[in-house]
């Protein structure tokens, strides 16, 4: 195991320029740039030449990515022409957020589907096994984007029971209960869906490994001596079929710091998901190729992570 960590950890530096050169080389093919993308009438195209001049976006993109991957071997990952400031700062702002939202959404998302998966397949077969596995496979098809507007529809602009966008409501108190509450309120619409949306996720994945080893032969030894059917399920079914579930909790790693981009879009919320939304339109290379540097090192860490859990969790893996 401490080979196969250290063999990924080698690694990284070489995948981070591969997925790095990548990106930029994708991002600098598009039309235009930042000083094209400023929607203003005042703006002369004179102006614009001397912002393209004054941002290096008049040099070739071999060159541009040269003084990009320079800069970055200084720890510098340059400044952002939309937010006008260093992207580490603008990053260093929006993580928070994000993984403040992205963990309840996690931990909603295995926890609700582990029980929706234990409650199907205690009655496999019944009418509550083919309404939940229904019910899972519906939401699973359902874009997110479209169960946020229908939440924000019901819950905020019918009921008027939850706040429909920002992590913070107009003057909300600055500390104590009140701005905890206030946190609260604002986190469980974009939490609930994507926590809902994963968690119909989950219950398909775990609910085929559970029927997949009903039927082991140390499965019908334990049935024979009369344990019961939850501790059955619980202890003896539950930790060999939560391989695949594990995994899938390693290969989250990178939606917890990187985002959602819908999401955090749609409910106006300060993550890195919205930001890279923001770079994307505003063409702030700076800023997506930022972005892009955090979500690949969390999606290289999160498959190491995934693979370390997984042999946590089955021995047969460690062998």
Same mark, same amino acid.
């Given at each position: 195991?401490?080979?196969?960590?250290?063999?990924?950890?080698?690694?990284?530096?070489?995948?981070?320029?591969?997925?790095?050169?990548?990106?930029?080389?994708?991002?600098? *093919?598009?039309?235009?740039?930042?000083?094209?993308?400023?929607?203003?009438?005042?703006? #002369?195209?004179?102006?614009?030449?001397?912002?393209?001049?004054?941002?290096?976006?008049?040099?070739? $993109?071999?060159?541009?990515?040269?003084?990009?991957?320079?800069?970055? %071997?200084?720890? =510098?990952?340059?400044? @952002?022409?939309?937010?006008?400031?260093?992207?580490?700062?603008? !990053?260093?702002?929006?993580?928070? $957020? /994000?993984?403040?939202?992205? @963990?309840?959404?996690? !931990?909603? +998302?295995?926890?609700?589907?582990?029980?929706?998966?234990?409650? %199907?397949?205690?009655?496999?077969?019944?009418?509550? =096994?083919? &309404?939940? @596995?229904?019910?899972?496979? #519906?939401?699973?098809?359902?874009?997110?984007?479209?169960?946020?507007? &229908?939440?924000?529809?019901?819950?905020?602009?019918? *009921?008027?029971?939850?706040?429909?966008?920002?992590? /913070?409501?107009?003057?909300?108190?600055?500390?104590?209960?009140?701005?905890? &509450? =206030?946190?609260?309120?604002?986190?469980?619409?974009?939490?609930?869906?994507?926590?809902?949306?994963?968690?119909?996720? /989950?219950?398909?994945?775990?609910?085929?490994?559970?029927?997949?080893?009903?039927?082991?032969?140390?499965?019908?030894?334990?049935?024979?001596?009369?344990?019961?059917?939850?501790?059955? !399920?619980?202890?003896?079914?539950?930790?060999?079929?939560?391989?695949?579930?594990? #995994?899938?909790?390693?290969?989250?790693?990178?939606?917890?710091?990187?985002?959602?981009?819908?999401?955090?879009?749609?409910?106006?919320?300060?993550?890195?998901?919205?930001?890279?939304?923001?770079?994307? #339109?505003?063409?702030?290379?700076?800023?997506?190729?930022?972005?892009?540097?955090?979500?690949?090192?969390?999606?290289?860490?999160?498959?190491?992570?995934? +693979?370390?859990? +997984?042999? *946590?969790? +089955?021995?047969?893996?460690?062998?």
């Amino acid at each position: 195991m401490s080979r196969l960590i250290l063999r990924r950890l080698a690694l990284l530096p070489l995948m981070l320029v591969l997925v790095s050169s990548l990106s930029f080389l994708l991002i600098s *093919l598009a039309p235009g740039s930042y000083a094209d993308a400023i929607d203003n009438p005042r703006l #002369t195209p004179e102006a614009r030449e001397q912002m393209r001049a004054r941002f290096g976006l008049d040099e070739s $993109p071999m060159r541009q990515y040269a003084h990009w991957l320079g800069a970055l %071997a200084r720890g =510098d990952l340059g400044l @952002s022409f939309l937010f006008k400031a260093p992207v580490s700062e603008v !990053l260093r702002r929006s993580l928070g $957020p /994000t993984i403040l939202l992205m @963990s309840l959404a996690l !931990l909603m +998302d295995f926890l609700l589907g582990i029980l929706i998966a234990l409650s %199907a397949i205690r009655r496999a077969g019944g009418m509550v =096994d083919r &309404l939940l @596995s229904f019910f899972s496979l #519906t939401i699973y098809s359902l874009p997110s984007f479209w169960l946020a507007g &229908l939440a924000i529809f019901f819950f905020s602009l019918r *009921l008027g029971w939850l706040p429909a966008s920002h992590m /913070t409501g107009i003057g909300a108190p600055m500390g104590g209960p009140g701005h905890w &509450l =206030d946190l609260a309120r604002h986190l469980i619409l974009p939490a609930g869906i994507l926590g809902l949306v994963g968690a119909a996720s /989950t219950a398909r994945y775990l609910r085929a490994q559970l029927m997949e080893i009903r039927e082991s032969p140390y499965l019908l030894a334990a049935r024979a001596r009369g344990i019961s059917p939850w501790r059955l !399920l619980i202890v003896h079914s539950l930790r060999p079929a939560l391989g695949p579930v594990v #995994t899938l909790l390693g290969l989250a790693l990178p939606a917890l710091v990187s985002g959602s981009v819908v999401i955090e879009s749609i409910f106006s919320w300060p993550g890195m998901g919205r930001v890279l939304w923001q770079a994307a #339109t505003a063409r702030d290379l700076p800023m997506v190729m930022g972005c892009v540097l955090v979500g690949a090192m969390a999606v290289i860490l999160g498959n190491l992570l995934a +693979d370390i859990l +997984d042999a *946590l969790v +089955d021995p047969r893996v460690r062998e």
